[in-house]
């Protein structure tokens, strides 16, 4: 059994409550002990005020909190803040507590829902079958209680499994049927996932259809309906490769590979999705029907799934009985390194699928199958500084830079600290010798301080009260781990927020890329968002003789975005904490910018119409705009000429975000009407062919656009076909 030191900490006079801790390394609580546990703390008819209910209320709180938070940041924003080995860890110690304090756990109102991606922008659907998680092990006895189980059910000893590397992607559903791929989901919350099908068509090896025949000429059945799951992920080629491509662009890195896939499966272009390179591995099936033709083996599922041309996984290993499994997976852990996607751990499943049944499912996971996860590897190094960065929406960011140490064969001298809890909780020190780990083998973080070779002297990092950039007051009163600075005019601040004023994400402003931002504010033309609708083209053209179409392709789209919807234009003004989805409920209950500018906390708590505004959003707001200059800000914007567009909800419109460009005379629309009715769709039009460019509208005699758009294999359409559009 592993026990945490730190448990400790909490121990009591109750010595039950001690036992629990103790006994809460993760997978390792025997299930003997937990219900003794469970029996001695029954409550009384009327239970008097005991400390460990306390402590265990307290932490059981606590725990569904804080799991519902990195829930959050794992599922929806794809940036883990701790490893999974440390989120297990969390699970688990609640787990027991739930397991020991039933009348407790079921008192608390705080419910821990499993993790769900769900964000909001995209329709979602049904799982025929549910899609589950897996039971996790790290470590040797309890592989051994699972196989206990397992060889319990079939009688035998000598039951066969398959180890196969778990790839850290995200979790995809297709459904296929009559052979034909008919949905994409994610897992969502379990039961009903986002449905991402248009991104996933975009995925080269994801088949449309099934195949009926063999390499070999042989022919096999195609289920009536099949649900198959499997993996999406960024191999670490493709990670690299469009890390760099960003990097050029003056584009933020991708963390890890995993927020890449998470990132790229959920956009809302499926054009850029089709850029970002994305692969996937299929290992299992829900729904399966008709269940006569489901094979005997997981192997001969392999073997059928890529026979209908599903890419799965090529070798599989297989073990029988518990100590070759047990060899196996040693030499599987050491072969990990070896795959070129991200792993994060081994998976054990049982072959025979009948055994697979009987066994069947807890309401969270099979009882056939297991993730064998690993311990990260550590180092040991010497914290040189905490330096902090300023973000676009003022986020101050601590980064520490350490003494470069190696670990799994790469360097490393810097790593999030991600808020200011993270350091208070660390307790660091400048000069403190701090164990480094890798999360998923890819990102750096701080685990630990060993505090026994700490200098008497030293004294804890104390964050800074002013802003690096600009000096500003820091809110350091703030509850808030992150903490900001507040100043709309921070000089660090504003390259940033200009490039998120100006991406595709918020206002789409074409040609206003990180370079030609930078010329703007070092020729200290824009010092401000607003300075951009004041540009013309004599100002810009002066200080470096920029090509005078370009110029005036970026007044075009400058001007064009004064019409922007309202939710862009929220969320293109970068309040912290609303991004995309909040903008757009924002945008849909409060209707004008000046509203929102104006708006306090006695209308809010007064009108019902705000009831969709969550608590996060609320406060968002009322800080944001308690800074008077953020409130001229909006002035500022709408002085400029910023009219922002009640339009249509985005998720409605069917042609939303593509790209259009019109060629020729039309039968009954004149050009700038054809334009009108395209954009009252969602789409964007353009004067000429690019790579962006999605269709083509045709009219009578048309110009050179035409032949481009046949090389460039654009889909051409007439003006019929926007017409039907608008009455659908
Ligand atoms: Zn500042």
Same mark, same amino acid.
């Given at each position: ?33 937990? @219900? ?5 703390? =029954?409550?009384?008819? $009327? @239970?008097? +005020? ?40 969390? =699970? ?10 039933? %009348? ?49 059910? &079939? ?38 996932? !986002? ?28 289920? !009536?309906? *099949? ?7 960024? %191999?670490? &080629? ?32 499926? %054009? ?40 799965? /996984? ?27 996607? @991200? ?32 311990? +990260? ?73 060993? $505090? ?95 090509? /005078? ?85 909006? =002035? ?44 009252? /769709? ?33 889909? *051409? ?12």
């Amino acid at each position: 059994m592993v026990c945490y030191p730190f448990r400790i900490a909490y121990a009591c006079s109750s010595c039950a409550y001690l036992l629990v801790l103790l006994c809460s390394a993760f997978a390792d609580i025997p299930p003997s002990l937990a @219900p003794q546990v469970a029996r001695e703390l =029954k409550p009384t008819e $009327t @239970p008097a +005020p005991n400390p460990s209910n306390v402590f265990a209320r307290e932490r059981i709180a606590f725990l569904r909190t804080e799991i519902a938070r990195h829930d959050d940041l794992y599922f929806k924003q794809a940036n883990p803040e701790i490893s999974d080995f440390e989120y297990d860890r969390l =699970k688990q110690e609640l787990r027991n507590l739930e397991y020991s304090f039933p %009348n407790i756990a079921k008192s608390l109102t705080t419910l821990l829902e499993i993790g769900d991606d769900r964000d909001g922008l995209f329709q979602t659907d049904r799982h025929e079958t549910p899609m589950l998680s897996l039971r996790k092990a790290y470590s040797h006895s309890a592989l051994q209680r699972f196989h206990k189980q397992v060889s319990h059910a &079939s009688n035998e000893e000598a039951v066969l499994y398959l180890i196969e590397p778990k790839i850290d992607g995200i979790a995809i559903s297709l459904t296929y049927e009559q052979g034909n791929l008919v949905r994409a989901l994610t897992r969502g919350n379990g039961l009903e996932g !986002d449905d991402i099908t248009a991104n996933i068509m975009t995925i080269p090896s994801i088949p449309k259809k099934l195949t009926d025949t063999t390499e070999d000429g042989q022919k096999t059945t195609i289920p !009536d309906r *099949i649900e198959i799951r499997g993996e999406i992920f960024s %191999n670490f &080629s493709d990670f690299e490769a469009i890390n760099r491509q960003r990097e050029s662009r003056g584009e933020s890195r991708f963390t890890h590979p995993r927020s890449l896939a998470a990132g790229s499966a959920k956009l809302s272009d499926s %054009n850029q999705t089709a850029q970002r390179k994305l692969s996937v591995l299929f290992f299992g099936y829900g729904d399966f029907l008709p269940s006569s033709i489901v094979p005997k083996t997981q192997r001969e599922f392999y073997q059928l799934a890529h026979s209908w041309g599903l890419p799965v /996984l090529q070798t599989v290993r297989t073990a029988k009985g518990i100590d070759r499994l047990s060899t196996a997976i040693n030499d599987e852990k050491s072969n990990l390194s070896e795959h070129p996607y @991200p792993t994060d751990g081994l998976v054990v499943k049982v072959d025979l699928i009948a055994l697979q049944a009987k066994l069947g499912y807890t309401n969270q996971a099979p009882r056939w199958a297991l993730a064998y996860k690993f311990a +990260p590897k550590q180092a040991e190094t010497r914290l040189l500084s905490i330096n902090i960065q300023v973000g676009r929406t003022g986020l101050l960011t601590p980064l520490a830079e350490f003494a470069p140490v190696s670990i799994s064969g790469s360097k490393i001298s810097r790593a999030t600290l991600h808020n200011r809890r993270s350091i208070s909780k660390l307790d660091l020190h400048i000069g403190d010798t701090i164990i480094i780990e890798k999360a998923g083998e890819i990102i750096p973080r701080i685990v630990s301080v060993d $505090t026994s070779k700490r200098h008497a002297d030293s004294t804890p990092y104390a964050f800074p009260d002013r802003c690096p950039s600009c000096s500003s007051a820091i809110n350091l009163l703030s509850n808030e781990a992150n903490l900001y600075c507040y100043n709309a005019k921070c000089p660090a601040q504003l390259q940033r927020r200009i490039e998120h004023f100006a991406s595709s994400q918020c206002m789409n402003i074409d040609g206003l890329g990180p370079a030609t931002i930078q010329l703007l504010i070092a020729s200290k033309v824009v010092k401000d968002l607003p300075d951009l609708y004041k540009l013309e083209s004599s100002k810009l053209l002066s200080p470096e003789k920029t090509n /005078l179409v370009s110029t005036n392709k970026l007044l075009n789209s400058i001007k064009r975005s004064k019409h922007a919807d309202l939710w862009r234009v929220i969320c293109g003004i970068g309040i912290p904490g609303i991004g995309k989805a909040r903008a757009k409920i924002l945008a849909e209950t409060i209707g004008s910018l000046e509203s929102l500018s104006e708006i306090s906390k006695v209308d809010f708590d007064g009108a019902s119409e705000y009831n969709s505004i969550d608590a996060v959003t609320r406060r968002a707001i009322l800080d944001y705009f308690s800074v008077p200059d953020n409130r001229t800000l909006v =002035k500022q914007l709408i002085l400029a000429g910023i009219q922002p567009s009640l339009s249509s909800k985005p998720s409605k419109s069917i042609l939303s975000d593509k790209h259009f460009v019109l060629t020729g005379k039309l039968p009954t629309l004149s050009r700038q009407k054809a334009t009108q009715v395209i954009e009252s /769709l969602g789409g964007i039009v353009r004067d000429t062919i690019t790579e962006k460019t999605d269709y083509l509208l045709l009219g009578t005699n048309p110009g050179s656009k035409l032949k481009e758009a046949q090389e460039r294999n654009i889909t *051409i359409i007439d003006e019929a076909f926007i017409l039907r559009l608008t009455r659908e």
